[in-house]
């Protein structure tokens, strides 16, 4: 059974970091993808990453959020630091497929970890 369980969300006020994980069992993924979603916003990618090592981030985390992986534990990270009341949402890692530098083609997704930031 393919499953995506994403763990580390919380509340943190601004400025804060947490570290959001991702685990894949069931599955050798080729890429996976972490987005967001706020309430009564549409959700948007956040940032991706392919198993040979290249990465996608959108231009509101660059310089804050970092996606890595662990190919042993199955497993993607998304360290977030420097935390904005903006960041606030629920966030899903997801496997796809990559092409045209991004992870697309969205497959399987996890259940969401949530985030929020406090001013």
């Known amino acids: 059974q393919v499953q995506l369980v994403e763990s580390g969300g919380g509340s943190v006020q601004a400025g804060g970091s947490l570290r959001l994980s991702c685990v894949v069992s069931?599955?050798?993924?080729?890429?996976i993808g972490w987005s967001r979603q706020a309430p009564g916003k549409e959700r948007e990618g956040v940032a991706d990453?392919?198993?040979?090592?290249?990465?996608w981030y959108a231009d509101s985390v660059k310089g804050r959020f970092t996606i890595s992986q662990d190919n042993a534990k199955s497993t993607v990270y998304l360290q977030m630091n420097s935390l904005k009341p903006e960041d606030t949402a629920m966030y899903y890692c997801?496997?796809?497929?990559?092409?045209?530098?991004?992870?697309?083609?969205?497959?399987?997704w996890g259940q969401g970890t949530q985030v929020t930031v406090s001013s």
């Open positions: 997801a496997a796809g497929v990559w092409f045209g530098g991004r992870c697309r083609a969205i497959t399987v």
């Open positions: 069931g599955y050798t993924y080729k890429c």
């Open positions: 990453v392919y198993t040979d090592g290249d990465t």
